[in-house]
């Protein structure tokens, strides 16, 4: 079985650009999470949708941020515009109930 | 407010040495517990959980972890490590709205 997929791996942009990521959770899996994970970190929650609803986004910081899940299947974190301190792995999983499976995460670096 | 800590930073052990990686939760009803390893520049790979009832739980790689209410702990062990272990360790406590609190992860270095 598939886990978690997200893309791209790696992302460089220069600040005031935007960016978005990509994930895809394991089939059958209705609930999706993103977290960011800053240097030396645990990862910390921006945001999780069951189906296509978000039902926790008071993490997510609104002015710059934005998520979707359209189809309620696969999801796209976007920010726009990137600041320096946005630079983190960003982090997908997915759950059916309560263990969440995670993705390899995007690195994000802004300069 | 709820909260995961993991006291160690870093900790080096020698191959075939025993580990303990401590783990504490400032929470009062019984919690969801989580350990997760991240090798470089990979996502987390879930080791074991605890929900309820025995409170040693076996997870993959040999790795086990006890919860001590008594103590607010959830350390995971293993008897003999293995230079593929070397990795970072996280312990998670879950919310009653399934949001995962991380602790701030343990290092482990493995001395050949």
């Known amino acids: 079985e598939a886990g978690v997929v997200q893309s791209p791996r790696y992302k460089i942009i220069e600040k005031k650009q935007p960016v978005a990521f990509w994930c895809n959770p394991i089939?059958?899996?209705?609930?999706l999470y993103w977290y960011r994970q800053n240097l030396g970190q645990g990862p910390e929650l921006l945001i999780r949708y069951e189906n296509e609803e978000a039902v926790d986004d008071s993490q997510l910081p609104k002015d710059r941020f934005s998520a979707e899940r359209l189809k309620g299947v696969d999801s796209t974190l976007k920010i726009q515009p990137a600041e320096l301190g946005d630079s983190a792995v960003y982090l997908c999983a997915s759950s059916l109930v309560e263990t969440q499976y995670f993705g390899p995460g995007t690195r994000l670096t802004v300069l | 407010a709820q909260s995961v800590t993991q006291p160690d930073i870093h900790i080096t052990v020698s191959e075939g040495a025993s580990l303990e990686l401590r783990c504490n939760y400032s929470?009062?009803?019984?919690?969801?517990l989580f350990w997760y390893v991240q090798s470089p520049g990979q996502g987390l790979q879930l080791l074991l959980k605890y929900f309820s009832g025995d409170t040693l739980v076996q997870g993959i790689k040999g790795f086990e972890a006890e919860f001590k209410r008594s103590q607010s702990s959830f350390n995971l062990r293993k008897p003999s490590v293995h230079w593929s272990d070397a990795a970072e360790y996280f312990c998670a406590w879950m919310d009653s709205s399934y949001k995962l609190i991380f602790g701030s992860g343990t290092r482990l270095l493995v001395r050949p």
């Open positions: 089939s059958g899996h209705n609930t």
């Open positions: 929470y009062g009803a019984t919690p969801y």
